[in-house]
């Protein structure tokens, strides 16, 4: 009886030491993960689970069409209450995309303000936070189509520089909350430049100029393995 109760408390205590990891996002993140049989791509949290342990647990928790403020409507059920160690927080296409598409973007204040909040929420149950910044809407300079909506370069130009204002937000404040900072926009621009002689809207690093191709999901992968191992 003493030996049995023994295995089990080193079967709970195993559990215990697991690393629980959560994303927090979109579309993009809710894309990370492959369905068995779900097309031909292989999603970046679908292949970080196949390269840290077992110990490690990942959770997808990316709804798509989100913006910060759906966030905000859900980060206690689909975060804090489930006490990760890790959490990545994806989120900005939309508050942007949707702003010229929709008329239903972000402010980028209002923005802030939702991050700063989840931010400050997320550090107090003590788990680890890396911040990243939005990626591309198009990956070309000139015109661009996207669900079918055309943007003219001028569009184009302002939805480029707003992604470079919002990511800004995420860079200070994740110098402000000292947390990890994956600066995605940053290394989407730098690959698109070095990649993308052709000046393509889509194809290099998306399918459509927003969402991941397979290389697009592996360069994410790459860069997030880093804060897991």
Known sequence: MKKLSLIILVIMTACNNSTKVIFLGDSITQQGENSEGEGTYKGFITSLRENVSQEVELINKGIGGNKVSDLLLRYNDDVLKLKP???FIYIGINDVWHKYDWGTGSDIDIYEKGLRKIITDIKAVGAKIILCT????GENNGEFKLNNNFKDIDTMEIMNKDLDAFS???RNLSSEFN???LDLRKKFKE???????QNMP???LTSDGVHLNNEGNKLIADEMIKFLN
């Open 179 to 181: 947390t990890d900072l």
């Open 168 to 170: 800004d937000v995420v």
């Open 191 to 197: 690959y698109i430049s070095e990649n993308n002689d």
């Open 85 to 87: 160690n890790i959490v």
């Open 134 to 137: 939005p990626t591309v809407i």
């Open 202 to 204: 889509k194809g290099v």
